[in-house]
């Protein structure tokens, strides 16, 4: 009897053993690329992407039909400091994907299929760059881009989102650059971007489907480097949207629907602003002396309606006042077509 139960055991444990070295298949076959300029290495049968498979890699560049990166699918790579997945046909994200990974830098996974970000996926990696561009993703969770300490540039164009959250980016105090152009953001909460503090700041919110520029948006951000809101669909800014910011050096307004801008959308800025873009506002006919008298360079051009004569009012005020700041428009255009036509 006791033999036997011995011969089960033995059969029990061998059968676990397997099981555990066998492991889930991460792809069955794909090939990979171990420098920038390398030459392709074919791999098969690949349960995880570990040193086990990868040994002492610094840079990977992976293709392969990966549907699911399940928990634990990228792990001890302990120099590993570029990774790229991009191309993998990846849907799923799993929570606890990414592990033991003290050098890793770089994240990319563009071009795949995947859905949303979930939180635990990325938080308390100690990367800079995170790349999802031209994925299919429609949702992030409001804790998944949290607790990325190093964190200075992160890209989701071409998505589908639809939804900002005010809550995102607690504890990226490094982070400098959003790119979420080209996604189906409507609107702007209040308070949106409180979590962002950064004088390098850049956000791109260009080519979404964005109408209204709200009072409260950058409420909390009071220094700004960049902001691009071109090529939305804006018709309406309210005097105090920007009216908490103390300091921007640039803001793209160009390609929305805007008849006219606030003579007090400057206000409150402790500088003078470097670019104030809003060419191809094609309703637009002029602006207030307070806002050009706070512009290097104010581009108006490409705006049908636009009133020449209130330009060249402003040019004079401009010149009175001692300030070599420009306006660029195509009236010059308009008064040389004009001039040559009566001649």
């Not at 589908?160 to 959003?178: G, H, M, R």
């Not at 008849?259 to 400057?266: A, T």
Request: net charge positive; aromatic share 10%.
């Amino acid at each position: 009897m006791r033999n036997i139960q011995t011969i089960f055991y033995v059969i029990a444990l061998t059968a676990f053993i397997l099981v555990e070295v066998s492991g889930e298949v991460l792809f069955k076959r794909g090939f990979y690329k171990a420098h920038k300029r390398g030459s392709k290495v074919t791999i098969s049968d690949v349960e995880s992407i570990d040193n086990v498979y990868f040994p002492n890699k610094t840079y990977l560049k992976l293709k392969a039909k990966i549907p699911v990166l399940f928990s634990g699918a990228v792990r001890r790579l302990p120099n590993l400091e570029t990774l790229k997945l991009d191309y993998c046909e990846i849907v799923d994200v799993q929570t606890g994907s990414f592990s033991e990974l003290p050098s890793l830098k770089t994240i990319a996974l563009n071009d795949n299929e995947i859905e949303g970000i979930k939180s635990a996926v990325f938080n308390h990696l100690n990367i800079t760059n995170l790349y999802l561009q031209r994925n299919k993703i429609s949702f992030i969770e409001t804790e998944a881009l949290d607790n990325l300490p190093n964190l200075s540039r992160i890209k989701l164009n071409y998505n589908l989102i639809s939804f900002w959250d005010n809550n995102w980016f607690k504890n990226t105090p490094q982070l400098t650059e959003v790119f979420i152009r080209r996604n189906s953001i409507r609107s702007l909460p209040g308070h949106a971007f409180k979590n962002l503090q950064n004088k390098k700041l850049i956000i791109y919110l260009s080519r979404n489907l964005i109408t209204t520029l709200s009072p409260n948006i950058f409420a909390d951000l009071k220094q700004c480097s960049q902001i691009w809101l071109d090529r939305n669909e804006i018709r309406d800014i309210h005097p105090n949207t920007f009216s908490q910011i103390e300091f921007l050096e640039v803001l793209f307004l160009s390609g929305n629907f805007l008849s006219s801008v606030p003579k007090d959308l400057l206000k409150n800025l402790k500088n003078d602003l470097v670019t104030l873009d809003l060419a191809h506002n094609i309703n637009l006919t002029c602006l207030d002396y307070e806002i050009v008298k706070r512009v290097k360079l104010t581009n108006l051009v490409k705006i049908n309606k636009l009133n020449c004569d209130c330009i060249k009012t402003l040019k004079h005020k401009l010149v009175s006042a001692n300030k070599s700041y420009e306006i660029n428009s195509d009236c010059y255009i308009f008064y040389f077509i004009l001039s040559t036509s009566v001649r």
